[in-house]
T-cell receptor
């Protein structure tokens, strides 16, 4: 079935550092791709999404580009802040099966001042 | 506008006990979902509902039951708690099918079965 693989965490960065969290997927067809963020003690929130190849999703300084040729949707931010500390989940919307979203395992990011 | 609310926040159960996790949304969304999140893992769908009176199984439904008598409420029932059900449970809702429409998540219920 469809699946999502994320880089293992935790990731620890200093404030203003560049962030990349890798995400690759295996899927039938061309699903929509998502990044969700979970701040401490809260539920998940949609961060950004892309619905077709070469689309770029962006929000709050984060970006991710849907790369069909490499089946990837890496999350990037040019300058992280302490407030970006959270768990980030990559997900896809499978075209078959009984779940609307397939999630990766999550990557914990800690940003230190 | 409260969004998606869940109660309780935390609960300890003994093996064999039962309990109901409550979920309410005030956004008039048709679709509602229950997920579990095990440590170091992504979310797995337990059950979902496309409207009042309609529910269906997700990836990991065994040991759980749901009902959807109103648009707002979607309780999750554990009948005979087992240690394997120790997890964090998230309820979510969306106006249409998730993946097409954005899902909105509650803050979660942490359950420990001993």
């Amino acid at each position: 079935g469809d699946s999502v693989t994320q880089m293992e965490g935790p990731v620890t960065l200093s404030e203003e550092a560049f962030l990349t969290i890798n995400c690759t997927y295996t899927a039938t067809g061309y699903p929509s791709l998502f990044w969700y963020v979970q701040y401490p003690g809260e539920g998940l929130q949609l961060l950004l999404k892309a619905t077709k190849a070469d689309d770029k999703g962006s929000n709050k300084g984060f970006e991710a580009t849907y790369r069909k040729e490499t089946t990837s949707f890496h999350l990037e931010k040019g300058s992280v802040q302490v407030s970006d500390s959270a768990v980030y989940f990559c997900a896809l919307n499978p075209l078959t099966g009984n779940t609307p979203l397939v999630f990766g395992k999550g990557t914990r990011l800690s940003v230190i001042a | 506008n409260a969004g998606v609310t869940q109660t309780p926040k935390f609960r300890i159960l003994k093996i064999g006990q039962s309990m109901t996790l409550q979920c309410t949304q005030d956004m008039n969304h048709n679709y509602m979902y229950w997920y579990r999140q095990d440590p170091g893992m992504g979310l797995k769908l337990i059950y979902y509902s496309v409207g009042a009176g309609i529910t269906d199984k997700g990836e990991v439904p065994n040991g759980y039951n749901v009902s959807r008598s109103t648009t707002e409420d979607f309780p999750l029932r554990l009948e005979l708690a087992a240690p394997s059900q120790t997890s964090v449970y998230f309820c979510a809702s969306s106006p249409g099918l998730a993946g097409v429409e954005t899902q909105y998540f509650g803050p979660g219920t942490r359950l420990l079965v001993l």
